[in-house]
C-alpha cells in the first residue's frame, strides 16, 4: 500500500517537477515538453525506465524498496518546510502572522529532518545509502547541466555578431553504382553549387586497386559532367579514406565547407529496408562531430508513391520531347 502511494505520486508529481527544473536549465529541455496527451511523457517514460531498473535490481522486494521511498519522501518533505521557511521570510513585510508561519514551518522541516537522518542511519544497509549517494551525484550533474546552458546561451548569443560572409562550398557525391536514385543526388547536388567545378563524386574502392570498368562506362554516359574521384581502400573501410580526404579538402582552405551528399534508397516495407546496408547511419555519426561538414540524405522512394511519380515525371519528360 505505501510503495502504490508512492508510486502514484511519483508519476503525477515527478514529470512536472522535472518539467519546471527543464524549464530552469537543470535538467535536459525533453523533460519540459508537453506531449500531444497533454502529459509530460518523456518524464513519465524516465520515471518508468528507473522504476523498472530498480524493480529489477531489488528484485521486487518491498522490504528492501521502502527504506528508498521513506527517505527521498521525507527528505522531500524537509527541502518544501524549509523552503516555505525561505518564503515567509521574504514576505515579511507584506504578511502581519509571518513568524507563526515561520515557526510551524520551522518545526515541521526540524521534525522531518530528524526522521530522515535517522531512517537514513538505520536504514544505511538496507538500500537506503543508494538515496544518500545519489541525491548529492543529482545535485552535481544538475549543476553541470545548468552551466552547460548557460555557456550554451553565451556562444550563440548576437551580441557582438556580425552578418556572416559568403560561404564557398564543396558538394561531395557518394557513388557506389549508378543508378536512378544515384542520378537525382547528383541533379541535388549540383543545385548546391554555383559551379560545376565544385562538384564532386567520389567512389570508394574496397575490392580492386581500380574501379569496375562497369561503372566507369555508366559514370561517362550518366555521370552529367561531373568529375569522378575514385578513393581505394585496402582494409575495406567506407569512412577512413572519405574523412581522410575531406580533411585534405578542408586543409587546403580554399572551401568553407564541404557538404556530403548520400543517395538513399527508400523501400515500401521497413523489413525491406532491413535487407540494405545501413551506410547513412554510420556516415552521419562519422561525420557528426567534423566541423565545416554538412550531410545531407538524399532520399529515392521505390514505393508505390515514389514509383506512380516517377511514371508521371517519365510521361511528362516524354510529352516534352514530342
Given at each position: 500500500?505505501?510503495?502504490?502511494?508512492a508510486a502514484n505520486a511519483s508519476f503525477n508529481g515527478f514529470p512536472r517537477l522535472?518539467?519546471?527544473?527543464?524549464?530552469?536549465?537543470?535538467?535536459?529541455?525533453?523533460?519540459?515538453?508537453?506531449?500531444?496527451?497533454?502529459?509530460?511523457?518523456?518524464?513519465?517514460?524516465?520515471?518508468?525506465?528507473?522504476?523498472a531498473g530498480?524493480?529489477?535490481?531489488?528484485?521486487?522486494?518491498?522490504?528492501?524498496?521502502?527504506?528508498?521511498?521513506?527517505?527521498?519522501?521525507?527528505?522531500?518533505?524537509?527541502?518544501?518546510?524549509?523552503?516555505?521557511?525561505?518564503?515567509?521570510?521574504?514576505?515579511?513585510?507584506?504578511?502581519?502572522?509571518?513568524?507563526?508561519r515561520v515557526a510551524i514551518n520551522g518545526f515541521g522541516a526540524a521534525v522531518t529532518a530528524v526522521v530522515t537522518v535517522v531512517i537514513a542511519i538505520t536504514k544505511f544497509t538496507h538500500g537506503a545509502w543508494i538515496v544518500v549517494v545519489l541525491i548529492p551525484a543529482l545535485v552535481w550533474a544538475f549543476v553541470r547541466i545548468h552551466r552547460h546552458y548557460l555557456d550554451f546561451a553565451a556562444r550563440i548569443s548576437l551580441d557582438d555578431a556580425t552578418r556572416?560572409?559568403?560561404?564557398?562550398?564543396?558538394?561531395?557525391?557518394?557513388?557506389?553504382?549508378?543508378?536512378?536514385g544515384m542520378l537525382e543526388a547528383v541533379h541535388y547536388a549540383k543545385s548546391l553549387s554555383t559551379s560545376d567545378d565544385d562538384v564532386r563524386a567520389i567512389h570508394i574502392e574496397t575490392e580492386r586497386p581500380a574501379p569496375r570498368p562497369s561503372l566507369m562506362a555508366s559514370w561517362d554516359t550518366f555521370g552529367l559532367g561531373i568529375p569522378l574521384?575514385?578513393?581505394?581502400?585496402?582494409?575495406?573501410?567506407l569512412l577512413g579514406p572519405l574523412v581522410e580526404y575531406i580533411d585534405t579538402v578542408l586543409a587546403q582552405k580554399r572551401f568553407d565547407v564541404v557538404t556530403v551528399v548520400l543517395p538513399e534508397v527508400v523501400t515500401?516495407?521497413?523489413?525491406?529496408?532491413l535487407l540494405h546496408n545501413q551506410t547513412a547511419l554510420q556516415l552521419q555519426i562519422a561525420l557528426h562531430g567534423k566541423p565545416h561538414v554538412v550531410f545531407a540524405n538524399y532520399r529515392y522512394y521505390i514505393g508505390e508513391e515514389g514509383e506512380t511519380e516517377q511514371r508521371q515525371a517519365a510521361e511528362e519528360q516524354q510529352g516534352s520531347r514530342g
Open positions: 500500500m505505501i510503495l502504490i502511494l522535472a518539467s519546471v527544473q527543464a524549464s530552469d536549465g537543470y535538467l535536459p529541455r525533453q523533460l519540459g515538453s508537453l506531449g500531444d496527451r497533454l502529459v509530460f511523457a518523456n518524464g513519465i517514460v524516465l520515471l518508468g525506465a528507473v522504476s530498480l524493480i529489477v535490481a531489488f528484485h521486487g522486494d518491498t522490504h528492501r524498496l521502502i527504506p528508498l521511498y521513506a527517505v527521498g519522501v521525507f527528505l522531500s518533505f524537509t527541502l518544501s518546510q524549509a523552503g516555505m521557511v525561505r518564503h515567509w521570510l521574504l514576505r515579511r513585510q507584506e504578511e502581519s502572522h509571518w513568524r507563526t556572416p560572409g559568403p560561404v564557398s562550398n564543396l558538394v561531395l557525391v557518394l557513388v557506389a553504382s549508378v543508378h536512378r574521384v575514385v578513393l581505394h581502400s585496402p582494409y575495406r573501410s515500401k516495407h521497413w523489413w525491406e529496408q
